[in-house]
C-alpha cells in the first residue's frame, strides 16, 4: 500500500512540474521557444516572460533582440537558441504549407 502512495506522490509532483513548463497566454511559437530552451537550461515562465538560468529574460515577441540581462555567455547562447528554433519552426511551417 505504501508503494502505491509512493508513486501516486511521485506522478503529482512530476504533473506540476510539467503543468509550470506551459505557459499562460502565450502563443504556440513562444511556447516552442520555451520548449527548445528547456532542452539544454533551465527556464521558467514569469508571466508571459521567459526566464533562462534566472537572470535571462526573454520578452514577447521572443526574438533574438528580445533577449536581456545575464552575462554576455548567457545571453548569446539563448540568442542562438532561439535563432535556430525560429528557423526551425519556419522551416515547419514552410513544408507544411507546400503539402
Excluded: C, H
Excluded at 503529482?12 to 527548445?36: K, M, N
Excluded at 526573454?58 to 526574438?63: D, F, G
Amino acid at each position: 500500500m505504501n508503494s502505491i502512495q509512493t508513486r501516486e506522490e511521485a506522478a503529482l509532483r512530476l504533473a506540476e512540474a510539467e503543468a509550470e513548463r506551459i505557459g499562460i497566454g502565450v502563443t504556440p511559437e513562444a511556447q516552442s521557444i520555451f520548449d527548445a530552451l528547456a532542452k539544454t537550461l533551465p527556464v521558467q515562465w514569469e508571466k508571459t516572460t521567459i526566464i533562462v538560468l534566472n537572470e535571462v529574460r526573454v520578452s514577447s515577441p521572443y526574438l533574438p533582440e528580445n533577449v536581456s540581462g545575464g552575462t554576455s555567455a548567457a545571453n548569446e547562447r539563448v540568442k542562438k537558441v532561439i535563432e535556430f528554433e525560429r528557423k526551425r519552426l519556419q522551416a515547419r511551417n514552410t513544408s507544411q504549407k507546400e503539402s
